[in-house]
């Protein structure tokens, strides 16, 4: 005797159903599409355009979030329309993490722009995250990210410091003799000896010890092939005896970045006629007594280093 069927195709359409509206939950996590390499000049912004972006299954008024974070310069989006941010704000930023919708973040990565810090060479790398919190699904949150690898292309110029018709090599010692409570001007001859041009990202004063010194006429940011231009200090020493500062030359140069000098020597009270701020290189037989003298302030700064 046959048994009746319709409870059995009951069964199946219920089964179909149930697996359907099991499939429909399921959440796929977002895609990211960008380049996996990109190439920009010392210090220069580099512009992705419309290369980075994300595809996802999320609703037009469901909320993701992205995150970007860089080693050794700032990104900045395109704008800000519609975004929360958690960190940072979308412009030079070295972290940040916002919220938005899909088409929002994607508005905002059409502009995405890295610019590399001052002074970095070599290679950096952003990092791209993006969390769907759980848009397209019941199941979950789902997550992605790239790296992108940026090479730092450095021209190639060459640094070379000259003071009082003095080349002085980089991470060398000069000593100097000051005049007590006086300012003493330095003028810094500063060559490019390279092919290319120099960039500078600045220069900076540390580790000073009885002294004031000021950086009053700075490099410019560049240097053009076989040119030179003028870094003018000021420096005036507290008390009488030792003193020491370190000057700090960020540039472009492969091997000489930044270009470290030391400086250092005996601060006298004026005589007659104060001697002028010129370099010594420690060389000349009459300058042996301030060697001996300058010996503290040098393992001053070697420490402070």
């Not at 996996?36 to 595809?55: D, E, L």
Request: aromatic content about 6%; some cysteine.
């Amino acid at each position: 005797m046959d048994r009746p069927r319709f409870p059995v195709c009951l069964l199946l359409v219920a089964c179909l159903l149930g697996a359907g509206s099991l499939l429909a939950q399921v959440n796929t996590a977002p895609q990211i599409s960008a380049p996996a390499s990109a190439q920009t000049g010392w210090a220069t912004p580099y512009a992705f355009g419309s290369a980075v972006s994300i595809t996802d299954d999320a609703a037009p008024s469901d909320t993701l979030k992205l995150t970007i974070e860089v080693q050794k310069g700032v990104v900045s989006l395109g704008g800000s329309s519609g975004l929360n941010f958690t960190v940072g704000d979308g412009q030079d930023d070295t972290l940040l993490t916002c919220t938005g919708t899909l088409a929002s973040i994607n508005t905002a990565l059409a502009g995405l722009a890295y610019t590399p810090a001052g002074g970095v060479t070599g290679t950096d790398v952003i990092w791209i995250g993006v969390d769907d919190l759980g848009s397209g699904g019941t199941d979950g949150a789902r997550q992605n990210s790239v790296y992108v690898q940026v090479s730092i292309i450095t021209p190639d110029g060459e640094i070379q410091l000259e003071h009082a018709g003095f080349v002085l090599p980089d991470d060398s010692v000069e000593l100097i003799q000051l005049a007590v409570a006086r300012v003493n001007v330095f003028i810094f001859k500063v060559h490019n000896l390279g092919p290319e041009g120099l960039h500078i990202a600045g220069s900076s004063i540390r580790n000073t010890y009885n002294c004031a010194v000021a950086v009053t006429t700075h490099l410019p940011p560049m240097i053009d092939a076989g040119a030179h231009e003028f870094l003018i200090l000021e420096v005036t020493p507290a008390t009488a005896g030792a003193f020491a500062f370190e000057l700090a030359i960020v540039n472009s140069d492969h091997d000489e970045n930044p270009f470290d000098l030391y400086v250092t020597g005996q601060a006298v009270h004026p005589g007659p006629a104060p001697e002028a701020a010129g370099c010594s290189s420690g060389e000349q037989s009459g300058w042996w007594w301030l060697v001996l003298l300058a010996i503290p302030a040098v393992m001053w700064l070697r420490r402070a280093a």
